[in-house]
């Protein structure tokens, strides 16, 4: 309850200014001439003008609303760094018993954890903004952070923080702390596949507040998982070394530091680069045995990738054939036979024979040199026709060595749609195929098939009667592919509403020039916002569990479930920012939750040079906690403009501010009162006068 007394004039000021004017000027005159009753006179107009201001007692019912102090603790991933959550849960419980003891505060508690889709490191003052939104800025008490010192968004200034009161903090690790840190300087984010590409870092550690320099470190190097090399790095100098991507696509090359002395945490010991590799120019040999209505579907499809150079010859006129015209008078170009097949076969990264026959075109040993070539990495591709089945069937060469399927000698005649087996459900190059999810499949058909015997490989298509139509297989270290028959064209011209030809085609090609996204075998991994995504293709009908290791360290099997034949799949939460890595069985993959390389981790050591200025600004203070939070400071509510910290104590300050329940109010100068008075001093006027 508070009392006062307040005017409210019962007409404007300046009116009462006005009015007042001439009594004031009669009165100075009177007092000039020596009247002797200008006092009351003056006394009257006194009352008058005290009447009209109306004067009134005020009566509040308050009640006192306390102040509001924040306390911002830090919780992100550098704080879970050695003894700093003990120290930082040890600073609170203090400060919130001394908070208790403190009348008129009321506190709010803060936690700010990492956010593994932020690149911006940790930011206290934003969480503190959005904490306070909902308080008056006149209620604020001050704020207290918690934290290691690595605060990455501290305002400019004062003004910027939207209130004024004290900002303290207390920083939890300890003064002079050692860590090494690994910083990449230059990395490409292209690179041609098996070409040599520039990569530069940098190792830097600190120890007592000086930078370590001339001393070396052990930097090691992987791509996907894979060991790549070992360098012996100088410390604060950079560091340039040059290696080769091993593939088209996203490749993650990881740089790691080995643990220096008295190391805080080997979370910033590591750099994560992706650099996508790039092929220079895909070559694809393609010789087609005689002219037939599909070779324009296979010459369509490669001259339709930019990044294929195609190399196509069609065999017009063979070395039996015997009409008589001058070889002067042909326009027909010879087929360089020895360059393509001795001097650059390993120079093509795929080599289809579409319905070739032995025509005594190539010598045996050329056959010799495809077998080599495809064992030695390479690819071959036989688009078969009917000469397959014959005497002229190139499997009556070395190619036999290689070819998974033997022809029977029959050639079969008649409709048919083409069909997926169990297998090319799994395999990446016929699995999940348009129309073919339909039982007959929603494709036009084909009439011809040469019938083979598989002795190895997978059949992943075939005939409603089971006969293969297109068997897979590897040869050493590369790939072979066999399609049984010559009428696939028949979807490239729509017939009976057509196929997939060129999807098929596509695939069938990138899979035998080992596209990543195209292996049998392959597991990959994801990070979408706090979830780790793992897919596993295999051509088993079973998955093992997979195993993940977090950033931290921490390793946990992960059981996968079947989503598609072939396909397996399974999310866990991925709270920490960093690289998760995923093993299963030989396959190794990686995934960076939050930035490749987080803010958060630039550098960990315990500072107070952050948070100084704004500290300063505000009249703050900066305390080091200790590891038994002995330097927790006491607490003390200081008026505006007051100090606000000393050596042992921090200051919240006191607003006073309150609400107002209910007001009564009562006017001191009632008018017959009012009226009274006036007429009072009047009459003692007169009556002086008349003395």
């Known amino acids: 309850m508070a009392w006062n007394i307040v005017f409210e004039p ?44 109306n004067p009134t007692i005020r009566q509040e019912d308050r009640e006192a609303v306390p102040d509001i102090a924040a306390i911002v603790v830090d919780r992100s991933q550098s704080q879970d760094i050695g003894n700093r959550p003990g120290e930082t849960d040890a600073a609170l419980a203090m400060l919130q018993e001394r908070l208790a003891r403190t009348d008129g505060i009321e506190t709010r508690i803060v936690p700010v954890a990492s956010n593994p889709g932020d690149e911006e490191g940790t930011a206290l003052f934003g969480a503190l903004e959005r904490a306070l939104a909902d308080v008056p800025r006149e209620r604020i008490a001050g704020a207290i952070f918690i934290t290691d010192g690595q605060v990455h968004d501290v305002p400019e200034n004062a003004a910027a923080l939207g209130f004024d009161a004290p900002v303290h903090a207390l920083i939890i690790g300890r003064k002079g702390e050692r860590d090494r840190r690994l910083h990449v300087v230059e990395a490409p984010r292209f690179g041609i596949v098996d070409e040599p590409m520039m990569l530069s870092f940098r190792v830097d550690e600190t120890a007592a507040g000086d ?95 930019p990044s294929v150079d195609l190399v196509h010859f069609t065999i017009l006129r063979p070395p039996e054939k015997q009409d008589g015209t001058p070889i002067g008078e042909l326009s027909l170009i010879a087929f360089p036979t020895r360059e393509l097949f001795d001097e650059k076969l390993d120079q093509f990264d795929l080599i289809i024979f579409d319905r070739y026959k032995r025509r005594g075109v190539l010598p045996l040993a050329y056959f010799l040199n495809i077998v080599d070539y495809v064992e030695n990495g390479g690819a071959f591709l036989a688009a078969s026709g009917p000469a397959f089945a014959s005497p002229f069937s190139i499997y009556r060469t070395p190619l036999a060595a290689i070819l998974p399927a033997q022809p029977s000698g029959e050639t079969t005649i008649g409709g048919f749609r083409p069909q997926i087996t169990g297998i090319g459900a799994r395999h990446p190059v016929t699995a999940g195929l348009p129309g073919g999810e339909s039982d007959p499949p929603a494709w036009g058909r084909w009439f011809r098939t040469i019938d083979v015997e598989v002795g190895q490989g997978r059949i992943v298509m075939e005939t409603p009667d089971a006969r293969p139509l297109m068997v897979l297989d590897h040869a050493g270290k590369g790939r072979i592919a066999q399609l049984l028959s010559d009428h696939i064209w028949l979807w490239s011209r729509g017939y009976e509403g057509g196929g997939p030809q060129a999807e098929l085609l596509r695939r069938l090609a990138h899979w035998l020039m080992k596209e990543p996204d195209l292996e049998e075998e392959k597991l990959s991994a994801a990070v979408q916002g706090e979830t780790l995504t793992i897919e596993r293709r295999t051509m088993d009908n079973t998955a093992m569990p997979a195993r993940v290791a977090s950033p931290s360290g921490a390793v946990s099997e992960v059981a996968l479930e079947e989503t598609a034949p072939g396909r397996f799949a399974a999310s866990v939460p991925a709270r920490e920012l960093g690289l998760y890595r995923i093993s299963q069985g030989d396959l190794n993959v990686v995934a960076a939750a939050g930035p490749l390389n987080p803010r958060e981790f630039a550098d960990v050591r315990a500072t107070d040079k952050h948070m100084q200025p704004i500290v300063q600004a505000t009249g703050g203070g900066i305390w080091w906690a200790g590891a038994d939070a002995a330097g927790t400071p006491g607490i003390r509510t200081v008026r505006p403009g007051h100090d606000a910290a000393g050596d042992t104590w921090l200051g919240l300050r006191r607003n006073e501010k309150y609400l107002v329940h209910a007001v009564h109010q009562s006017p001191l100068l009632v008018g017959p009162l009012a009226l009274i008075l006036i007429l009072g001093t009047l009459a003692l006027a007169w009556w002086r006068e008349g003395r």
């Not at 004031?24 to 009352?47: Q, S």
């Not at 894979?226 to 290696?243: C, F, H, K, Q, W």
Request: no cysteine.
């Open 211 to 305: 930078g370590v320099t001339g001393e070396t470190a052990t930097v090691s190097i992987s791509v996907d998982g894979n060991p790549e090399m070992t360098v012996e790095a100088v410390i604060g100098e950079r560091t340039d070394v040059s290696l080769a991507l091993k593939h088209g696509g996203p490749n993650v090359i990881e740089i790691d530091v080995a643990e220096g002395p008295d190391e805080l945490t080997m979370l910033n010991n590591r750099a994560v680069v992706v650099a996508n590799g790039i092929r220079d120019r895909l070559r694809v040999l393609l010789v087609s045995g005689e002219p037939h209505p599909g070779e324009r579907t296979w010459r369509n499809l490669l001259k339709a990738d």
């Open 10 to 53: 019962v007409v404007p000021l300046l009116a009462i200014v006005l009015l007042a004017l001439p009594g004031v000027a009669a009165l100075l005159y009177a007092a000039w001439r020596g009247a002797r009753g200008a006092p009351f006179r003056t006394a009257a107009l006194a009352i008058l003008v005290l009447a009209v201001l």
